[in-house]
């Protein structure tokens, strides 16, 4: 990337040799690029250099990890807002596909949004925003992001219920110290309009550290060959640092995302694989739609005592609300193998359904930095409380006209009634305290050592009918789980660049973590409602290499088991037992930063092997792979500054086999490759011209998987940025 940088120099003759020599050491690296001058008169000099991005985040923004990514033994894989514009990320997902080790789900009934699972664990309910959990169920956009950290591992010790395979960090946008405005369009293949701004003030009034920043988003897209489906959605994000002096700011936060769209539920399954059947076929309705809302607003104050102590506290309100009407492709019983296709007349599954959110969160945190004798401490506590409801409104369509296989039709929608089937009301409560110590014995040793206990309590209340509209039943349950979470690892450094870990760790999955206990929107039973939480466990051996010129290497060999997975109770039919087990044995290997002059990586490999280790009597999945795991999953992405105006960058991604359900009959999908490309053309200081290409070869690939349909990948798509920077 190429950066315009204005340098002041003195204009007395006497110093102007200095600041030309200290001008050409800064844009050779012998300087550092902030240069400050004594004289009072000046003139300016403009100096063009390549800065070439290295991609690297040094530290998480999670404030309970008190050391940097390098020195966090655990796998973190960190996107900086650099890569995501340089790739041409426009969704979370889009950011999801390119961290090897997550594979992304299709939407369902109950819940839609980012449906990610990582190392071979669902993620749905572990999306956290600068640490604190967002729960709801809505397309996230990355308009507001600064970086975005995928943590890999049970991780409950740190973040609470959930967070098996890992949790999906989004850390915002802060006010900065330096004023800029910024200004992004994108116009490009499926109708895409787009349109971001980056605004933001320091202000003395404010406080030395004070200042404002807004973030913008206006966006609106189909899928490149997917028919009628699309996306629409605004987005606003104002932010607000307010310094109070004595070593205290405040921090104001609000989010408003705004989304009013046509859902996408693909392709039925057929015989076990998907559909033969045009990749652009929609079997939906025009009218079909999934819209949310979302306002998240937060406090943060921060006080440091000393340079060794500091508190914070967070307090938020989330609210989210969801209506849609959504229809599911459905191959109807009886099709064989001989069946022509042209004959096969397929049934929409039509769900409409309403529900609001609400999360009240308050974290107060303390971190100290203090020695016991010879060991030095890097200490957080804290306190964690939330308060959470969901009010579902859950309806089926009956009557709805079906349309056939091969040419879905677009007729107006219509069904003899859309039958309410459940209203749910859940509201849950949560308790939690935590601490967590990173002990340095000397330059080489390192231990972490945590705990955290969770005390999580539900009240749920639902009423169900029959297709008729009749009361088929009524339940209450109250429900409180108390768990326990650790996380220990050793830690060994020969030289600072190097780091050699082996860490061991625990969650936990309660049955109404994803605020209900109705386990599918098909028979709406509560299959998992009495149970005690499912127990997870790993153990990883890693290390962490930072290399010359900026490259950051990481490679991990790790397992995770679920020793109580939820099953069939064979006694007691309609209801799960917790008598399964679930394992992931697997090795990952990522690369961040600078390979060589002007040339940047980010990507990695990762190789998981599942099994379901322990399976209930009469089912057929013993031994084989967990749904939705690819073995095999690589993703790389190279960024080449040719010269001070010109770059360009290439991609490639691989996802292996996976299962989208697995016992019989077995619905799986094929692996595949995918590639990317961009060019980018700097105008001049403030302008960039971008052009990103995805999906090069239109590869026909499927890329979202349910047990019940599959959506496809996006064709090849192109699209156009137009950058100003100023």
Known sequence: MTASRKTSCPSRTALLAQCISQVLMVSTGLLPAKLSWAASTVEEIVVEETRQSF???????????????????????????????????????????????ITLGAGEFTWQGNNPTIRGFNSRNDMFLDGMRDYGSYARDPFNLETLEVLQGPSSMVFGRGSTGGVINQSSKQPKPDAFERLHLNLGSADTR??????????????????????????????PDRDVTESSHYGIAPSLALDLGDATLLSLNYLKQKDDSIPDYGLPWLLGQPAPVARNNFYGFDTDYLNTDTDIANVHLQHEFSPRLKLSVDVRQSDYERHSRITEPLIPAGVTATTPLASIYINRN??????????????VALVAAFATGPVQHALVSGVEMSSESSSPVMRLGVGVPGTSLLNPSLQPFSATLMQVRARANTDSDSLAAYVLDTLKFN?????????????????????????AGVTSGTEQILRKDIQMS???????????????????????????????????????????????????RSIELGGKWNVENGLQIDAAMFEIVKTNARVPDPG?????????????????????????????????????????????????????????????????????????KFEIGSGARYVGQRLARNVSPINSVPGYWAFDAMGKYRVNSSLTVQLSLTNVTDKFYYDQLHPFHVVPGAGFASVLAINLDY
């Open 194 to 223: 787009r349109v971001t701004a980056d605004l933001n003030q320091p202000l003395e009034a404010l406080g030395e550290h004070g200042g404002v920043r807004l973030n913008l988003v206006k966006h609106q897209s189909g899928v």
């Open 443 to 467: 330059s080489n040793w390192q231990a972490v050592l945590g705990a955290r206990w969770d005390r999580f309590a539900t009240n749920y209340v639902a009423d169900r009918f029959d297709v």
């Open 350 to 363: 039509v769900f409409n359904g309403d529900s609001a959110e609400a999360m009240l969160q308050e974290q």
């Open 486 to 536: 650790y996380r220990a690892a050793l830690v060994y450094k020969p030289v600072e660049a190097s780091t050699y870990y082996l860490g061991w760790a625990t969650s936990f999955n309660p049955s109404a973590e994803g605020l209900s206990f109705i386990a599918n929107a098909r028979n709406f039973g509560i299959s998992n409602a009495f149970l005690k939480p499912e127990q997870n």
């Open 55 to 101: 991609y690297q985040v040094e530290n998480s923004s999670i404030g309970k990890l008190t050391e940097s990514l390098q020195n966090t033994p655990q796998s973190i894989s960190a996107l900086s807002e650099q890569l995501l514009q340089d790739r041409g990320v426009m969704s979370l997902n889009d950011a999801l596909r390119n961290v090897p080790g």
């Open 572 to 644: 007691n039919p309609g209801f799960n037992a917790l008598a399964g087990e679930q394992k992931v044995d697997g090795f990952s290997l990522t690369l961040s930063g600078s390979i060589a002059p002007g040339l940047a990586v980010n990507g990695g490999y990762t190789f998981l092997d599942s099994e379901e280790a322990k399976t209930a009597p009469g089912l057929d999945n013993l031994g084989r792979a967990m749904v939705n795991v690819a073995r095999h999953n690589f993703s790389m992405w190279l960024d080449y500054a040719i010269s001070a």
